[in-house]
């Protein structure tokens, strides 16, 4: 391992180097953006010492194993070094594609770039602008200069070099500046605006708004910034112009069916063209529609299909798996349609198939995504464009280009707060989604006649989330990103410290606080997500399950005897069960199912069962999982979904009330509001019969998940604000229609 009394001895007394907003104490070991310190892992630390110890020099792969790893495996090296680096451009807000300050050789090593200033013995990392001025010299004829004896083959030589040298000079002098940084604009700002679309001149946006309540179609003119409704909603969404720009496609929810409809851009009856689309364009000759849905089935899939334009003869190009699918978008020549594809946790790629005969090419983003956008095609149809949110941070993201059908991907822009939606409006520039989420904890009272208001726990731009409450009531453990990678935390109620309980490169989430105070949870840190345990404070972590589990939700009977878990793999998909210290791992029940809690006194389990189309809890026996005659359902994808898994597993927030007569779950209320309802456990009676609202349904949030107290008289609400907008870049190379 690196001795950090060692690293950078050539900076002499000084152990502090600066570089833009940061500096690095190396006594200190600390490193600080803006006089603020920032988190950063020992090895991402030490990697980083080492490459200011020659800024501006190559760090080989090699020199970093010898002083940073030289006790391990290069197995255990190259995960390692990898990890570090990445931690280490989180830490700094850089990027591999885009490097401001940590380079990357291929196959060689790594280098500092940036400008680095304030410790002698180490110098800046010299800059294309910070080349030596020369001496200026009285010019001479080259004739003149030449002895008398060279003879005259030679001079035509060294006359033909000068002229060479002399048109390098000019191309270099001559070349252009480099270009501007490309231009944000918002152009809405109700925080409800989404799902851009541009018209074929570029003088208009169409887009999705529920600023008024409802979900309607509205159109802008780019030029005065004018806006106006187009439809009459209440559930509209998803528009595309025709190619002669007079109509609009949009989809509609009609009787809980997702139907697409035309609408002119002038104003009119819409007309209703096709049942079952949740997405469509327009061929490039108007011909044609291309379209998605999601199919019924066992297995999570959408249908991506062509119609007339009319909707007539709708036809099946192919059935994917996926548990979401973008709408689709057609390529320029008519060839080709894409649309952006999700299956689980991370596995995000843009679908390519033939129009025609529906084989479908996949392309894979080259860093891990929480989300993509729907995809757009370049004018000239070998580039594909999409929005790409940061694996970890949903405030991160990038602009990214790939090559169709090469695959190779460059980003374009790194941007904040990425959304779902984008498209060309013109050569060099786009209009896009931008998303703001914050989600935190609030914490309300519910004891009768309670008149204390509603504090936040936590409060910030981080996604804080899955709290679970401690035996004792004193502190909730929850997930959150607020590091820069998904960890879990604790936060006292009474005295509001918080504190961190794991720390590792991998992601950690869905805690479950045990009656012993141990913590279980899912971590990718071995690579796919497997159960986890821990002391109360984090320590001592140790794997209980093994072989690729994927595992979600897992949670401890209460008398510690077993772990449950959900697994997605689909040999071995449904629910499970293993004994804390990783054996007699048993299959309970298959199928789309997971617990989402056991009652106190451990003999019923609180199961989720989700399909493509609907989410239901039911409750069944522990011992042998027959279901007892009650249920709640949820809607398609369930009320409470945090992060992309899909129907398969989506993050469905449900809980046992304390005293185990009555179940709490995030729920809906008429006006669309999210909260937490509790409901009487009441087999063979009417579904709705026992059940009020406990806290939430407030008008401009969301509520994602929830805690309950062990006494029952607390329930910490996850707050999830969203706002959203439109906005045009331009002048990002590349780009146009």
Request: proline share 8%.
């Amino acid at each position: 391992m690196l001795d950090s009394r060692k690293t950078m001895e050539g900076a002499g007394a000084s152990r502090i180097v600066r570089f833009g907003r940061f500096e690095l104490d190396v006594k200190a070991r600390e490193l600080r953006r803006s006089g603020v310190k920032v988190h950063l892992q020992d090895q991402p630390f030490r990697v980083l010492a080492l490459l200011l110890e020659r800024p501006g020099d190559v760090v080989t792969r090699e020199e970093l194993r010898e002083r940073l790893w030289a006790g391990d495996t290069f197995v255990d090296f190259e995960r390692g070094l990898n990890n570090a680096v990445r931690r280490l451009r989180e830490a700094l807000g850089d990027s591999a594609d885009i490097p401001r300050l940590v380079d990357t050789i291929p196959r060689v090593g790594y280098r500092f770039v940036g400008l680095v200033e304030g410790a002698p013995g180490v110098s800046p990392a010299r800059r294309a602008d910070d080349v030596p001025a020369k001496e200026e010299h009285e010019p001479r004829g080259v004739a003149e200069s030449l002895p008398p004896t060279v003879p005259r083959r030679r001079w035509m030589i060294l006359a033909a070099g000068a002229l060479v040298i002399a048109a390098a000079f000019f191309v270099v002098r001559s070349r252009p500046r480099a270009l501007e940084p490309p231009g944000f604009r918002h152009i809405t700002h109700t925080g409800e605006d989404w799902g851009p679309a541009a018209s074929p001149d570029g003088r208009q946006v169409a887009f999705t708004s529920k600023r008024d309540g409802r979900s309607r179609i509205w159109l802008m003119r780019l030029g005065s910034g004018d806006d106006e409704p187009i439809t009459s909603g209440p559930a509209d969404g998803n528009a595309r112009f025709s190619p002669d720009g007079a109509s609009l496609l949009f989809t509609r929810v009609d009787a809980g069916i997702e139907t697409l409809y035309r609408v002119p851009v002038s104003g009119g009856e819409p007309r209703r063209l096709l049942e079952h689309a949740s997405g469509g364009d327009w061929s490039p000759d108007g011909r044609r529609l291309a379209y998605t849905w999601i199919a019924r089935g066992e297995r999570p899939s959408y249908v991506l299909g062509v119609a007339g334009a009319d909707g007539s003869e709708p036809r099946e190009l192919a059935l994917v798996e996926a548990s979401w699918m973008s709408p689709p978008r057609w390529s320029p020549d008519g060839r080709w349609i894409a649309t952006a594809v999700h299956r689980r946790e991370q596995d995000w790629s843009v679908l390519v198939a033939d129009a025609a005969g529906g084989d479908q090419r996949r392309l894979r983003p080259s860093a891990p995504a929480r989300s993509l956008s729907v995809p757009a095609w370049s004018s000239g149809g070998g580039d594909l464009i999409y929005l790409q949110s940061d694996a970890v941070d949903e405030l991160s993201g990038r602009l990214v280009r790939q090559r169709f059908p090469g695959g190779e991907a460059t980003t374009l822009l790194r941007l904040a707060a990425p959304g779902d939606g984008l498209d060309a409006v013109g050569p060099g520039r786009m209009v896009v989604d931008a998303r703001v989420v914050r989600q935190n904890l609030r914490e309300y009272g519910l004891r009768s006649g309670a008149t204390d208001p509603p504090r936040w726990l936590t409060r910030g731009f981080s996604e804080d989330g899955q709290p679970v409450y401690s035996p004792d009531g004193a502190r909730l453990v929850f997930a959150s990103n607020r590091s820069g990678n998904s960890d879990l935390w604790a936060v006292s109620v009474g005295t509001g410290v918080v504190r961190r309980l794991t720390d590792d490169p991998g992601e950690d989430r869905d805690p479950f606080v045990m009656r012993s105070g141990r913590i279980l949870w899912t971590s990718n840190r071995t690579g796919a997500f497997e159960v986890w345990i821990a002391e109360a404070d984090g320590g001592s972590p140790r794997q209980v399950t093994r072989g690729g589990t994927h595992a979600v939700r897992p949670l401890a009977t209460p008398d510690e005897r077993w772990v449950l878990y959900g697994t997605p793999v689909p040999d071995r998909r449904g629910l499970w069960r293993v004994r804390p210290d990783g054996s007699e791992p048993t299959p309970v029940a298959p199928g789309p199912i997971a617990v989402a809690d056991v009652s106190p006194d451990g003999r019923l389990a609180l199961v989720v069962e989700s399909w493509p189309r609907q989410t239901v809890l039911h409750v069944a026996h522990l011992d042998d999982m027959k279901l007892v005659p009650f249920e709640i359902a949820l809607g398609p994808a369930g009320f409470g979904s945090v992060g992309a898994r899909g129907p398969e597993h989506p993050d469905v927030c449900a809980r046992w009330a304390p005293d185990g007569r009555a179940i709490a779950f995030v729920d809906a209320d008429e006006y669309g509001r999210s909260g937490v309802s509790l409901q009487e456990l009441a087999p063979a009676r009417d579904r709705g019969a026992g059940r009020r609202p406990l806290a939430g349904f407030a008008p401009d949030t969301d509520t994602e998940c929830f805690a309950l107290s062990p006494d029952g008289e607390r329930v910490a609400l996850v707050v999830r604000d969203v706002s959203r907008h439109l906005m045009t870049i331009d002048g990002i190379p590349g780009v146009g229609r």
